[in-house]
């Protein structure tokens, strides 16, 4: 993390951040957050994630007592305060403490700048693989901080070679644990349409590719699929080139997946440069 | 919560107390903990809440620095310090901070004394209701912090007179939010088998009960069933009269489930007698 941090109403050195650990954020696993990322010292498509942070504070039933222009305020304070150079910015709204130990209360606001790699050259280059997981995320339109059974999961995933997971249920596809997924069949791009949390970077896609099909997709059509891709804040497009153990299309990276990365990369530069 | 707590290592003042926002305990809802009653500051069932604490810990990757002992003694020392009568402990132990802000790491211990009420005498003598859910919780034989679903839908409980929920899935009961759920049909009481916390109120009633039958209850049984109930520390055996919009058998706490009421106090106290 970066050496500044707001928390609770002031920026303050992140060490010394504290939230109360009766809060039903950690007793109870109740909290929403989001998270987005800064190129340069820019935050990107800051708007979505503002409007998706706000509406899931709502949606939780969660009082947040800042507007969207208030925190964009205190963002742009804090990533200067910090020099933060192409790197994340995580915002966190707790439960709150609640005198029934459960019920959502009134909690706390915390936002923290964190350096930010992306994956390797190599992951995008050779495509990774994911780990097919009977699951499906409760409340999914809400970016909760839901992740026991995905972190859960995480320590087996090195032995295994997989860089995360996909959800199915009842024979159908719906995300990743971080990431949303794309499916590309005969020239036709097709993502996921329920049980998923509306990325931005997922839709940030569909307004590229222009004609993404958005429906049920079972985990047998996907596992044939020519092309399979996720996406995320922190990824951009990932290529999937492996599911559990069946290896999807070529093996490779399909051509429209790396024309979609290409063009994504060239918008990042673009609003980059139109910010300057 | 009571004025003391144990926090890191150290018996502190419980408004002092304070976790790492980034935690994984909070930005990723991945933390464990136990609960359980004192009777006067008899702490009650501690072994096997102790055991159970421990094995959550080891199965959720989770190194915890104090043996079953190590806990015990600070857990008498925290009780004498509150004066603690007829109360509640709550232990946490945290993910703590993951330098991929994801996989399990080395986290914080917690414990906390709080004060309990029973449920209302009302609520024994007429029984609650309760929504059925179509949900199963992920590694539900850890007791992890993961109670996003339930929090979010018990705004809506008291407009509906409910107490809580009873999840199914695939057409079988699991359990409710916090507690066991059983079943008394033609005098045989029966208890779901899986996808369940096996908690220790219902470890201890079917001790009581000697010939409980644990196995597959699918939800159309147990809607008309003669009687239901649920166990859990906080409430020992709750009659459950109405399921969603149907009644329960007589729609009163049937014979069964009283009688069971009945010895479980008795077995308290009989034991608050042999330790003093």
Partial sequence: ????????DEIIESKLATSHPLDIGLI??????DFFRTVGPNPLFLEDYLLRFTNSAKSAHLPLAYSKEDLEQIIHKLIAKNELENGG???????GISDNFF??????LFLFCEPLSLPSEEKYSKGVKLLPVEYVRPIPKIKTTNY???CFLSVDWPS???????????????????????????????????????GIT??????????????????????VADEVFMTSTTKRIMPITTIGNQVIGTG???DQTVSLMAAFENMEKSLLFSSL
């Fill in 1 to 8: 993390m970066k050496p500044f941090c707001f928390a609770k």
């Fill in 28 to 33: 109870r696993g109740y909290a929403i957050f």
């Fill in 89 to 95: 910015v995580r915002m966190i709204l707790t439960g």
């Fill in 103 to 108: 019920t959502p209360a009134s909690g706390d």
């Fill in 148 to 150: 026991t059974l995905p």
């Fill in 160 to 198: 295994q070679g997989a860089e995360d997971v996909i959800y199915h249920h009842q024979g159908l596809v719906s995300e990743s644990s971080r990431s949303n997924i794309f499916m590309v069949n005969d020239g036709i791009i097709s993502t996921p349409a329920t049980h998923i949390l509306e």
């Fill in 202 to 223: 997922r839709k940030k896609v569909m307004e590229l590719a222009a004609n993404v099909i958005v429906r049920d997709i079972r985990l047998d059509e996907i596992l």
């Fill in 252 to 254: 490779k990276p399909g």
